[in-house]
T-cell receptor
Framework: GQNIDQPTEMTATEGAIVQINCTYQ??????LFWYQQHAGEAPTFLSY????GLEEKGRFSSFLSRSKGYSYLLLKELQMKDSASYLC???????????FGTGTKLQVIP | DAGVIQSPRHEVTEMGQEVTLRCKPI?????LFWYRQTMMRGLELLIY????????DSGMPEDRFSAKMPNASFSTLKIQPSEPRDSAVYFC?????????????FGPGTRLTVL
C-alpha cells in the first residue's frame, strides 16, 4: 500500500527559512515529487527526487532519504507569495503510479 | 501553449443528474490523468490513460464514474447519476511520457457542486 504523512499546517515569517517534512511508506518506490498549490488553483510542479541527497533550485531545495522513507522541502527567504499548500507525492511501481499526500498549508506572515 | 484545458470551470447540478467533465491535454503529451480533490481526502487519482488506453482505473470510486479518451486530444469523465458526495474539484493533468516519470501539468479544474 501507499501512505504519505506530512504536517497539516505551518506558519513562518517573511524572510525566514521553513522546512516541510514528509514521510512515506511506498512499495515499489521510484521517486518523490513536491508540488505547490495556491488556494483555488491547480497544483504546479516544484521538484522530483530519485536519488538520495539534496537538490537545490533557487530558493527551494528538496531532500530525499530512500532508506528512511523521508523527504523535506526547504524554502528560503520566504515571501508572502509562498503561502500555499505543499504536496508531497510518491511515485511507485512499474507504471510509476503517483500518490499525493494531503498537503501542508503554509502561511507566511509579515 | 494553452496548457491543459478543462470545461466547464464550474458546474452546479441536482442529485441524480448526469455530469460530463471535459479535458484537452497539452498537445504531444502521452499520459492523461483525472483527479478529484476534497478538503477531507485531498487529491485522489481516479484514472490515468497512456496513449489513449486506460492503464489504471482503481481509483474510480464506483460504477457511477466512467472515463473515456477517444483520441489523443480529448477525454471525458462522466458521473451518472450524480450524488451530493461527488461535490469536489476535478482536475485533469497531462504529462509528456509515462506516469510519474515526468512532471504533470494540471488544468484549472472543474468545481462540481451536486445539490
Amino acid at each position: 500500500g501507499q501512505n504519505i504523512d506530512q504536517p497539516t499546517e505551518m506558519t513562518a515569517t517573511e524572510g525566514a527559512i521553513v522546512q516541510i517534512n514528509c514521510t512515506y511508506q511506498t512499495s515499489g518506490f521510484n521517486g518523490l515529487f513536491w508540488y505547490q498549490q495556491h488556494a483555488g488553483e491547480a497544483p504546479t510542479f516544484l521538484s522530483y527526487n530519485v536519488l538520495d541527497g539534496l537538490e537545490e533550485k533557487g530558493r527551494f531545495s528538496s531532500f530525499l532519504s530512500r532508506s528512511k522513507g523521508y523527504s523535506y522541502l526547504l524554502l528560503k527567504e520566504l515571501q508572502m507569495k509562498d503561502s500555499a499548500s505543499y504536496l508531497c507525492v510518491s511515485s511507485s511501481g512499474g507504471y510509476q503510479k503517483v500518490t499525493f499526500g494531503t498537503g501542508t498549508k503554509l502561511q507566511v506572515i509579515p | 501553449d494553452a496548457g491543459v484545458i478543462q470545461s466547464p470551470r464550474h458546474e452546479v447540478t441536482e442529485m441524480g443528474q448526469e455530469v460530463t467533465l471535459r479535458c484537452k491535454p497539452i498537445s504531444g503529451h502521452n499520459s492523461l490523468f483525472w483527479y478529484r480533490q476534497t478538503m477531507m481526502r485531498g487529491l485522489e487519482l481516479l484514472i490515468y490513460f497512456n496513449n489513449n488506453v486506460p492503464i489504471d482505473d482503481s481509483g474510480m470510486p464506483e460504477d457511477r464514474f466512467s472515463a473515456k479518451m477517444p483520441n489523443a486530444s480529448f477525454s471525458t469523465l462522466k458521473i451518472q447519476p450524480s450524488e451530493p458526495r461527488d461535490s469536489a474539484v476535478y482536475f485533469c493533468a497531462s504529462s509528456p511520457r509515462d506516469l510519474g516519470a515526468d512532471t504533470q501539468y494540471f488544468g484549472p479544474g472543474t468545481r462540481l457542486t451536486v445539490l
